[in-house]
């Protein structure tokens, strides 16, 4: 069973945490790596979405 009913859910996240702590405590490189991460989360999250659409939504 697919505990991630959505990929990249929960990467997203868990990036977004690691952006907010980071940003409190003035950690700039976590600070990247957590906005990096989420965007990575974010891109796999819209192609499973884009997977299960028909091909004619997907041209529009």
């Known amino acids: 069973m697919d505990r991630d009913p959505v990929?990249?859910?929960a990467e997203q996240v868990k990036?977004?945490?690691?952006?907010a702590?980071?940003?409190?405590t003035g950690d700039t490189k976590a600070?990247?790596?957590?906005r990096v991460e989420?965007?990575?989360a974010e891109v796999r999250s819209t192609?499973?979405?884009a997977e299960g659409e028909?091909?004619?939504a997907a041209k529009k």
Do not use: R, Y
Not at 15 to 19: H, M, P, T
Not at 31 to 34: C, I, P
């Open 38 to 40: 989420k965007s990575n």
């Open 15 to 19: 990036a977004s945490i690691k952006d």
């Open 31 to 34: 600070e990247a790596e957590g």
């Open 7 to 9: 990929p990249g859910t």
């Open 21 to 24: 702590i980071s940003t409190l």
């Open 54 to 56: 028909p091909e004619s």
């Open 47 to 49: 192609a499973a979405s």
